[in-house]
């Protein structure tokens, strides 16, 4: 199983180098590896994500590890460029840089280079090599946030090589009970039902977000839609639903920025009326839809809003709900949100409702902006639910100040 792994990981490679030939995205995580020079350190704590949003969710403890550690550096690394390149500044590490590829030579390099006295790693990033180098060389390894599905590998016939990864974990933390009672079947023991570390973070920045000015001088004191990580399918259901609410205020802050997505965008949507943040400046009154064309805003962009939409639920799932929930909102969504306990949870609770036609969202958004009560209701549950699941920072930092 190894070597065929091992072949995996070359062709993964390979094929990332043909493919950075047409994509950028792909330009970026070759030429990101292939430049970078990792500098040695005698002792460090190492913090891995696979992207932006993995670093969102663990940013809590990052945190909170550097007061406990203020003489420690801190290094992070990050498999995606969507996530290095807009963090590859951050103030919270010492050094950040691209995950070298998974092979034996690269993994015993990079850990003899850094020399790290813990790694930790949120949510998923499960590399044979990097794991087996810390596990060798008696590196507590911990994985944050983590979140197991039946259907996943490590549960499988043929997942033998990645049930030794997880054994080469010093302790897991995750995020639900169904998870603990998946690693147990497989044997696994070392396990703490902590929650997700995401509340935390959405829950803090909920409590003191960055003031937007041009965003409250848009609103207008009108009732705002904010449509957050969209999609192009997304984006056509929405287009329609500006049409028949003349009297709200929209945002669409869409998941990808590029000037040709962005002009896509543009030609969906109303041309009279709508315009770009980048623009702001010519904000008139009849302006009811904005696109924010920049990354960064959406997580304080949520404290305007009064009912907000998730993309990315008609393709491989939906982006991250909390950020809006914390604030106290009606969250809609696409159909693939299965994956997601929060997602699951708050449809359930009825905080948030799921859509799979432009029909569907009609009737929905059509409650929610006409009924006062009915979306104040949705925004309690979603608020509440949110605030009653902080707490998995202080749970992993307290296990990790008793044995460190």
Not at 68 to 94: C, H, M, Q, W
Not at 292 to 315: C, E, K, V
Request: charged share 20%.
């Amino acid at each position: 199983m190894l070597l065929i792994y091992n072949i995996g990981i070359i062709i993964y490679h390979w094929v990332a180098c043909l493919v950075s030939l047409f994509s950028n995205k792909a330009k970026l995580w070759v030429n990101g590896r292939r430049k970078q020079q990792i500098q040695p350190l005698k002792s460090c704590i190492w913090f891995h994500f696979a992207s932006l949003g993995e670093f969102e969710q663990g940013r809590p403890v990052l945190e909170e590890m550097r007061k406990l550690y203020p003489d420690e550096k801190f290094v992070v690394t990050f498999f995606s460029p969507s996530g290095y390149e807009i963090r590859k500044n951050t103030p919270l590490a010492d050094a950040v840089y691209y995950l070298p590829l998974d092979t034996a030579a690269n993994a015993r390099r990079f850990v003899d280079t850094l020399q790290p006295k813990m790694a930790i790693f949120t949510k998923y990033e499960y590399w044979f090599h990097f794991f087996n180098q810390l596990h060798k060389q008696h590196v507590p390894l911990y994985v944050i946030s983590s979140i197991f599905r039946p259907k996943q590998v490590f549960f499988k016939w043929y997942g033998s090589l990645h049930r030794k990864m997880l054994k080469m974990v010093t302790w897991f933390f995750v995020q639900d009970a169904d998870s603990k009672h998946l690693l147990h079947d497989i044997g696994i023991t070392n396990v703490t039902i902590s929650g997700d570390t995401r509340f935390d973070r959405v829950w803090a920045n909920a409590q003191k977000p960055k003031a937007l000015p041009e965003i409250e001088k848009f609103k207008d004191g009108k009732k705002l839609f904010i449509a957050g990580s969209t999609w192009p399918q997304d984006e056509a259901l929405i287009a329609n639903l500006i049409k028949q609410h003349p009297d709200w205020k929209f945002v669409i802050a869409p998941h990808e920025i590029g000037e040709d997505k962005i002009s896509h965008l543009e030609g969906v949507l109303p041309k009279d009326t709508t315009l770009r943040f980048s623009q702001i400046s010519h904000l008139t009154s009849h302006i009811s839809c904005l696109i924010i064309d920049n990354i960064g805003m959406l997580s304080s962009l949520y404290q305007y809003a009064d009912i907000a939409y998730i993309g990315g639920g008609f393709g491989a799932g939906i982006h991250n709900t909390l950020e809006a929930a914390a604030f106290g909102m009606p969250v809609i969504f696409g159909p693939n949100y299965q994956k997601f306990k929060e997602a699951r949870d708050l449809v359930e609770l009825k905080g948030s409702f799921t859509i799979s036609t432009q029909e569907a969202l009609n009737c929905i958004a059509d409650k929610l902006m006409n009924d006062e009560q009915a979306r104040h209701v949705s925004a309690v549950v979603a608020k509440n639910y949110v605030k009653q699941n902080v707490g998995a920072t202080d749970a992993i930092l307290g296990y990790v100040k008793e044995r460190h």
